[in-house]
C-alpha cells in the first residue's frame, strides 16, 4: 500500500479565502487605532502610511505570483528561495517566516478576547466583560480557539474550506456596516454622541504635525496589515491547477484586501477623531468596532463587534495551514525530521506539521500575555516577513543564473528584464522599509532588550542556521547529493 499524499483539493475560492482571512483581522480592526500608542505623533496620517505600506507588499506579491507558477508546490517561499537563490537562505527565512506568523496566531488568538468583551459590554453584561478581561480566562478561550482551528486543519480542504468561505462572506457583511456607518457620521456627530453619552465632552486634545520619521515608523508597522498573500503560496501541494490559480488568488486577495483597508480605516477616521483614538489608546487596547459603538445603536455594535471577531477568528485557521506547510516542506527535504512529514491516511493532511504548529502558536498566546503589548508579536512578524518578501525579490534576480531549469517554467511575466526591473525594485523598497523598521525598534524604549523584536529575530536566525548546518552536514556525510536535491522539486 503506498503512503498518503498531500491532495490537489484546494480551488480558486478557497485559495482567495486564504490569502484574506489571513490578512483581514487585527490588521484592519486593531493595528490602524493601537498605531496611534505604538507610534505617537502619527496622528491623521495613518491612511497615508497605510498607502504608502502597499507598495512593498505589491512588489512583494508581483515577485510570489511569478515564482509560483514555476514552482507550485507546498511550503512556497521556502521552496522559491531554496531553489532560485540559495538552500542555507531559503531555510533560514522561511524558518523566520514560520517563527514570526506562529507568534502571531496566538497574538491574533489573545487579541480576539477584547473582542468578545465588548460584545458583553454592548449588551450590557458587564460582569462577563469583566470576567473576559481577566489574565486566566482570556489566556485559555485564546487557546482553545487555536486548537480548535488546529482540529479543523487536520480535518482537509473540505471542511477548511467550509469553514473559512461563510466567514469570509460574513466577516465582509458586517465589516460593510462600519464603512457604510463611518463615511455617514462626522466629527460633529461624534462630539455630540460624546456629550450626550458622559455628560461631557474630552477638551485639550493634542495636535501633530507630520514628521517623516513617525510616517516611515508607522507605514513599516502597517505593512504588517499585507502580509498574508503568501500562505496561498504555502497551499501550492493542495491548489487546483496551481500554476494559473495562485498568481490569479494571490492578484485577486491583494485587490480585494487592499480596497477594503483603505474604505475601512478611512470610514472610522472620517467618523472618530483621530485624536481621541490617540488618547484612548494610551489607556487600554482599543478596536475599531469599540471606536464606531460611541455613534451606533446597541444591536449594531453587536453586529460590528461580532464582524470583528469573525476577522480575527478568520487568520487562524489561513494562517496555520501556512506556516505547517512551511514545516512540511522542510521535513521533506529531509532538513526536519521526517516524522513532520506525516500524512493523515484520510483527511491528507500533515498533521504532524500542524500540530507543532499549533503549539508554537500557544507560545504567542502566553508570550502576548506576559509581555504585556502585543506589538512585540507583531514586530518580530514584520521583521520576519521584510526579510522573506526581500529575499523573494532577489531570487526573481537570481533563478535565471542559479537555475535556468525551473527559470524556463516560469510563465507569469516571461520578459527576463521586466522580471528583473521588478526584482531590483522590491529589492530597494523592502530594503528601505527594513532599515527604518529596524531603527525604530532599536530606538524604543523598552523594560529589557527581549521586548525589541529584533534581537529575538537576530536570536532566532541563529537557531536556524545552526538547524541547517547540523542537517545539511548529516546529508552530506550520507552521500546525498544535496547540489541535486536543492536544484528540483519535491
Given amino acids: 500500500m503506498s503512503n498518503p499524499a498531500l491532495t490537489r483539493q484546494l480551488g480558486l475560492m478557497g485559495l482567495v479565502a486564504t490569502g484574506v482571512c489571513s490578512m483581514l483581522g487585527a490588521s484592519i480592526n486593531v493595528v490602524p487605532f493601537m498605531i496611534q500608542r505604538h507610534v505617537p505623533g502619527i496622528g491623521p496620517y495613518v491612511l497615508y502610511a497605510f498607502i504608502f505600506a502597499a507598495i512593498p507588499a505589491l512588489l512583494a506579491a508581483m515577485a510570489y505570483a511569478i515564482l509560483a507558477t514555476a514552482m507550485p508546490r507546498a511550503g512556497g517561499s521556502y521552496i522559491y528561495a531554496s531553489r532560485g537563490l540559495n538552500p542555507y537562505l531559503g531555510f533560514v527565512a522561511s524558518f523566520s517566516q514560520w517563527f514570526g506568523l506562529s507568534i ?74 462600519v464603512i457604510v456607518a463611518g463615511f455617514s457620521f462626522t466629527h460633529e456627530d461624534f462630539f455630540s454622541a460624546i456629550l450626550e453619552r458622559e455628560g461631557s465632552i474630552v477638551s485639550n486634545f493634542p495636535t501633530s504635525d507630520f514628521q517623516l520619521s513617525n510616517f516611515l515608523s508607522a507605514s513599516a508597522i502597517l505593512f504588517a496589515s499585507f502580509i498574508g498573500f503568501d500562505s496561498i503560496a504555502q497551499a501550492g501541494g493542495e491548489a487546483k491547477n496551481p500554476t494559473k490559480k495562485i498568481p490569479l488568488a494571490i492578484g485577486l486577495t491583494i485587490l480585494i484586501v487592499g480596497g477594503y483597508y483603505m474604505l475601512f480605516t478611512g470610514a472610522v477616521y472620517q467618523a472618530v477623531p483621530w485624536n481621541f483614538i490617540a488618547e484612548e489608546s494610551l489607556k487600554k487596547d482599543i478596536t475599531a468596532p469599540g471606536m464606531m459603538s460611541y455613534l451606533l445603536p446597541p444591536g449594531l455594535t453587536v453586529a460590528i463587534v461580532a464582524g470583528a471577531a469573525i476577522a480575527l477568528i478568520n487568520d487562524l485557521p ?35 506539521a500542524i500540530i507543532l504548529s499549533g503549539a508554537m502558536a500557544s507560545v504567542g498566546i502566553l508570550g502576548s500575555h506576559f509581555a504585556g503589548d502585543f506589538f512585540l508579536g507583531i514586530d518580530i512578524m514584520v521583521t520576519s516577513m521584510m526579510v522573506n518578501f526581500l529575499l523573494m525579490c532577489i531570487t526573481l534576480l537570481s533563478i535565471d543564473k542559479i537555475n535556468p531549469s525551473l527559470s524556463s517554467k516560469i510563465t507569469l511575466v516571461k520578459n527576463q528584464s521586466l522580471r528583473k526591473a521588478i526584482g531590483w525594485l522590491g529589492t530597494f523598497v523592502l530594503t528601505f522599509f527594513l532599515v527604518i523598521h529596524t531603527w525604530k525598534d532599536l530606538n524604543t524604549e523598552a523594560a529589557a532588550w527581549y521586548f525589541h523584536s529584533t534581537p529575538i529575530w537576530l536570536i532566532v536566525m541563529a537557531i536556524a542556521s545552526m538547524i541547517f548546518y547540523f542537517k545539511f552536514t548529516q546529508m552530506k556525510k550520507k552521500g546525498i547529493d544535496v547540489k541535486s536535491l536543492f536544484s528540483r522539486l519535491p
Avoid at 466583560?129 to 482553545?144: F, K, N, Q, T
Fill in 104 to 177: 502571531v496566531i496566538g497574538v491574533v488568538a489573545y487579541v480576539t478576547i477584547p473582542f468578545f468583551r465588548d460584545i458583553a459590554t454592548a449588551l450590557s453584561f458587564e460582569g462577563l466583560a469583566i470576567i473576559l478581561d481577566s489574565g486566566l480566562v482570556r489566556v485559555s478561550l485564546a487557546l482553545l480557539l487555536v486548537w480548535i482551528f488546529v482540529y479543523v486543519n487536520i480535518r482537509g480542504a473540505k471542511l477548511y474550506e467550509k469553514t473559512v468561505i461563510p466567514l469570509m462572506i460574513l466577516m465582509f457583511l458586517l465589516g460593510g456596516i
Fill in 318 to 352: 489561513a494562517m496555520l495551514l501556512s506556516v505547517s506547510r512551511l514545516m512540511f516542506a522542510w521535513a521533506e527535504d529531509g532538513i526536519f525530521p521526517k516524522t513532520i512529514t506525516k500524512i493523515h491516511p484520510s483527511f491528507h493532511t500533515p498533521y504532524s
